[in-house]
């Protein structure tokens, strides 16, 4: 695996986890993992996250994290993500983030949909600082409108030196 270092931090992609609603709802949340080394404070890692290759992804087909999306993350030009459009959320945000999108359409995910979204995301509440980026209206590409529901969770754990990017959208 390749790894990405920035300012100390140095990250390494151990995986990815797809999780479909399935639901005619074109929910789908896309989970990222790496391992960092400790190194850097908050800012060095979510600058590392965004520097490291497996961070752009362009989201417009299933393996779509096995290729570097060059100058694109989601709908937004990689050059206006900054660690600075990180809010820091805390659990709580994480979890209402999560649980609004699991509820749009009124329509909650299926049971092991659910399961998956627990196992994958919601374990990492109580271990990990959590960031949600802000939207980015002035930085959407010319067809990142394909995306038209698309939010950005980052989780960074110190005690198992552990980061995942967590991206709920509908296409």
Known sequence: ??????????????????????????????????????????????????????????????????????N??????????????????????????VEEFCGLFDCPPRPEVRAQVEAVVLSWLGRSSWYRLRDLPDAIHEWGSVLWEFRELVAISHKSREVISVVMAID
Do not use: C
């Open 1 to 70: 695996m390749k790894s990405y270092s920035n300012v100390g931090a140095v990250l390494e992609y151990t995986g990815h986890t797809l999780i479909l609603f399935d639901d005619h709802s074109f929910r789908w949340f896309s989970v990222k993992r790496f391992a960092w080394d400790g190194a850097g404070d908050e800012v060095a890692v979510l600058e590392a996250l965004i520097g490291h290759w497996r961070y752009r992804d362009h989201y417009a087909g299933q393996d779509s994290h096995e290729e570097d999306a060059g």
């Open 72 to 97: 694109i993350h989601g709908p937004y030009w990689v050059a206006a993500i900054t660690p600075v459009e990180f809010t820091p959320i805390g659990s709580e945000g994480a979890i209402g983030v």
